[in-house]
């Protein structure tokens, strides 16, 4: 007899008479654990759902009261039947925004640098969001679903803004977004999704941010930005934009508009294969490099293709940004 | 079994001192391999050198714990490594109830953090440092020094101590005739008592009359009698265990895993990019060096067979922890440091009732430590301009490690 043992994402089989230490281990899902015996109380955790028999547990190591606040020691407890488990020092989850399938309109569609368009979705409903965070479309008659940040604020939450860049051959843009969408139709939305988004407010100390978005990467970012100056207008902030030429370039007179209100907020293009008069040449992660000398305190915000997002992180710890403060969005390409 | 089935085990004649302390690894994989347990005479006693040995041998009711020669030469009874029955029960119940997880949860990141923050704060600047001396070491003396309540002797005091006590518990070698074979190597380690006696000896006066908070102070006073405390004498053994293996293993295991991490370092990038992955790090740093390497032992009960060899009631025998976490037949290669192997238990806290009381202490300072490290300087490198040595045979970890960072 075996019962499902779910911890932290993963699920594994434990006998009825099997530690669930022993299960997780020998499936190859780690937790903290050192002696094995019921003494030392490394691999204590929560049982979230379900039962289990404490066997042989110390009253030394786990006490009554931690018995009734549903803790158990992995290395001696058996399932009593399926149970869910949580490692001590991982809070319980957030209370997400929760996920919605939705239908929006297409109220305008327009383009605004090369192969590059803004897409704005009225919504029936409002939509509660982070901003930074994404929704995904389903491609008519495909069936294929594909993700876009939202460029929103959490009150712009009527109208969802995305940037779309076109994919040659690609299902969703190449076959739908940059051909034949038009104003009024009608497309399913799921949303909203991802970790890409500032702390709480009360959580946000309104320290200096570094944000790196390549292509439409900007997109999360210009959510982000206007919520961290809104919340702290005075925080010193840099944003670069990183894109192959000057027609790659858009909502720099946005951006210039926001630095104007924001004398500690500075926006940075930078043109990766086409020098232009007036911008900076070359990667926007090396921009960075060369601009910050410390960054450290500082929190850092990625979101790209998977290869400014990796060379972004390499230069914020270069810089000696603590890495908990480093967020990342990365574009997986789909399928064309 | 007779004497003539049992492998030539001449070769041990020719093991000397010298070669497990530089490198214990090769003598011991032959022993795992042609003699899991076996006399070895440079060490006057048998040794057990797999996982499934040193594990029946730790956890069976024909075996009790015993102190090494050189730990009992070094440390004197009633130390709570070397024990049993009543006087372990009390001196277990002593050490304890500040070592529960419930307990250290209450004060170890106020208690190790700081710390931490405090070594880095001196180098984090400059671009270099020596990681060993100027962080793992300090963190780990600094911490337990608090906490027993010695916040008045200094770090490089407390490092000096236990490198004494070390090379002193560890001075195993016998002649063939049961005697020490050095036996000045002991000087340094009762120079150090002596010392740690002028020191402490001051203090119990003061916390027998004045109890406060700290550690030791809780050991003289918890469970007696009104007006009574325990013997300082009773009480010294066992603070020396602390004074050497409590103050320097959680330094050898950071800068052990520091070694394993520089050797992968698309896994050292990893764990600097989820520090929730530190815990595991570590967990396998002390299993591919294990800090306490050879430095425990158990006697038996009575006349008792083990690995098809006899040994009569009485024999002590040594446990090999370092060597049982290298064993071919639990882990694959277990010679490499890998934070993604089958994340299999250990056996580097020991096992048993003797196992170690502070795994939960000593893995959350390591973790602490390292969490700060990263956090201050996640560009951290190693600098290979220079080697990383490691020594010891009781005790195993990086005599020294040179790193680099941008600044």
């Known amino acids: 007899m075996t019962f499902a043992v779910t911890v932290g994402g993963n699920s594994v089989e434990c006998g009825e008479d099997q530690a669930l230490l022993d299960a997780c281990l020998r ?7 050192s002696c094995n015996q019921g003494t030392c109380g490394t691999c204590k955790l929560h049982v979230v759902a379900g039962e289990v028999d404490h066997g042989s547990s110390p009253v030394e190591t786990l006490s009554d009261e931690e018995r009734c606040a549903g803790m158990a020691l992995a290395c ?22 929760p996920l919605r399938d939705m239908v ?7 383009d605004i640098a090369r192969d590059t368009r803004r897409i704005l979705l009225g919504l029936n409903e409002p939509l509660t969001f982070d901003a930074g965070q994404y929704v995904e479309l389903v491609v008519p008659g495909s069936g294929e679903r594909r993700q876009y940040s939202l460029a ?67 997109a999360p970012l210009i959510g982000i930005v206007r919520t961290a100056l809104r919340r702290h207008p005075a925080r010193e902030v840099v944003l670069y934009h990183g894109v192959r030429g000057e027609e790659e370039l858009y909502d720099g007179d946005r951006l210039t508009e926001l630095a104007e209100q924001h004398p500690n907020f500075r926006f940075v293009p930078v043109l990766s294969h086409e020098p232009a008069d007036g911008y900076r040449e070359g990667f926007p992660t090396d921009a960075f490099v060369e601009d910050v000398s ?27 940004m603590a890495p908990r403060n480093i967020h990342r969005e990365k574009f997986t390409p789909a399928d064309a | 079994m007779t004497t003539t089935e049992r492998p030539d085990l001449s070769w041990l004649d020719e093991v000397t001192m010298a070669d497990l302390e530089r490198n214990p690894y090769a003598t011991y994989e032959r022993l795992r391999a042609e003699a899991p347990l076996a006399y070895v005479p440079v060490l006057g006693s048998y040794v057990a050198s797999t996982e499934e040995v040193c594990r029946e041998i730790a956890t069976s009711p024909d075996f009790e714990a015993v102190i090494t020669p050189a730990g009992g030469r070094t440390f004197g009874h009633p130390a709570v490594i070397g024990v049993n029955g009543d006087v372990h029960a009390d001196l277990r119940t002593m050490i304890e109830p500040a070592l529960q997880p419930a307990e250290v949860d209450r004060w170890v990141d106020d208690l190790v953090r700081p710390i931490a923050r405090r070594y880095l704060e001196q180098f984090e600047s400059d671009g270099q440092a020596e990681l060993v001396a100027q962080f793992c070491e300090p963190v ?19 490092r000096e101590w236990f490198a004494k006590l070390n090379r002193s518990f560890t001075n195993a070698a016998m002649t063939s005739g049961g005697e020490f074979a050095n036996p000045e190597g002991f000087v340094e380690g009762d120079e150090a008592k002596a010392e740690i006696r002028s020191i402490v ?7 027998i009359e004045h109890p406060d908070d700290s550690a030791i102070s809780h050991w003289l006073h918890d469970g007696m009698p009104p007006g009574q405390t325990r013997e300082r004498e009773y009480i010294y053994p066992t603070i020396y265990v602390y004074l050497l293996g409590a103050m ?30 530190i815990p595991r790090a570590v967990a396998e740093g002390v299993r591919w060096t294990s800090p306490i390497w050879s430095a425990t032992a158990r006697i038996s009960t009575k006349p008792v067979t083990v690995a098809g060899v006899d040994l009569p009631e009485g024999t002590p025998v040594m446990m090999s922890y370092g060597s049982a976490n290298h064993d071919t037949g639990r882990y694959e290669a277990p010679t490499t440091y890998d934070l993604h192997r089958p994340p299999l238990p250990h056996l580097a806290f020991g096992a048993g009732n003797h196992a170690c009381a502070g795994i939960y202490f000593a893995n959350h300072t390591m973790r602490i430590a390292l969490e700060e490290l990263f956090e201050a300087i996640p560009n951290l490198e190693r600098d290979t301009r220079a080697g990383v040595e490691f020594w010891g045979w009781g005790f195993r970890g990086p005599t020294s490690l040179h790193v680099t960072w941008e600044v």
């Open chain 1, 27 to 33: 499936a190859g899902v780690w937790m903290p654990n």
């Open chain 1, 76 to 97: 001696q407890a058996r399932p009593r039947g399926d149970v869910e488990l949580r490692p001590q020092g991982t809070s319980a989850a957030r209370t997400a925004n």
């Open chain 1, 104 to 110: 929006g309109t297409v109220r305008e569609v327009s």
């Open chain 1, 152 to 218: 929103n604020t959490a009150d712009e939450d009527k109208v969802l803004e995305l940037h779309v860049k076109l994919v040659p051959d690609g299902v969703a843009t190449h076959g739908w977004l940059f051909d034949g969408l038009a104003e009024g139709d009608e497309v399913d939305i799921s949303g909203p999704l991802g970790d890409f988004h500032l702390p709480p407010e009360s959580e946000d100390d309104g320290g200096p941010m570094v944000l790196i978005g390549g292509g439409t990467g900007l």
């Open chain 1, 294 to 320: 410390t960054a450290r305190g500082w929190t850092g915000w990625l979101c790209g293709p998977p290869a400014m997002v990796e060379a972004g992180v390499k230069a914020f710890k270069r810089r000696r």
């Open chain 2, 140 to 158: 780990s003396v600094r911490s337990l020094g608090d906490l027993l309540g010695l916040h008045d002797v200094e770090s490089d005091k407390l």
């Open chain 2, 201 to 207: 000896d001051p203090l119990i006066d003061k916390w």
């Open chain 2, 248 to 277: 320097q293993e959680p330094g050898h295991g950071m800068a052990s895993t520091l070694v394993g991490l520089f050797g992968r370092p698309e896994q050292l990038e990893e764990v600097v990019d989820d520090p929730t992955l």
